[in-house]
């Protein structure tokens, strides 16, 4: 089973998050739990796609692991 890391980061006026071992899941929100809503919106897309265009860590069983850029996160509430 493959872990699929996400990581979260603040911006000024919101949250960003990427996959940083799946190429093309990216999510954004007005808070955490919408960023990780849009992050599990994403994943659930690219499953939709043809199989030969879904990255071979969604194709089989997997787990979320979300990590918080915590450089951005304390320079932000700096």
Known sequence: M????IVIEKSADSYGAY????????????TVK??????LD???TVKTFDSDQIPEAL???YTIA?????ER??????
């Open 19 to 30: 996959a940083e071992n799946v190429p093309g899941i990216y999510g954004a929100g007005n």
């Open 2 to 5: 493959q872990t699929i890391q």
């Open 73 to 78: 996160l304390l320079k932000y509430y700096k």
């Open 59 to 61: 194709k089989g069983e």
């Open 66 to 70: 979300y990590k918080y850029d915590t």
């Open 42 to 44: 994403a994943i659930k």
């Open 34 to 39: 919408e960023c990780k809503e849009s992050i």
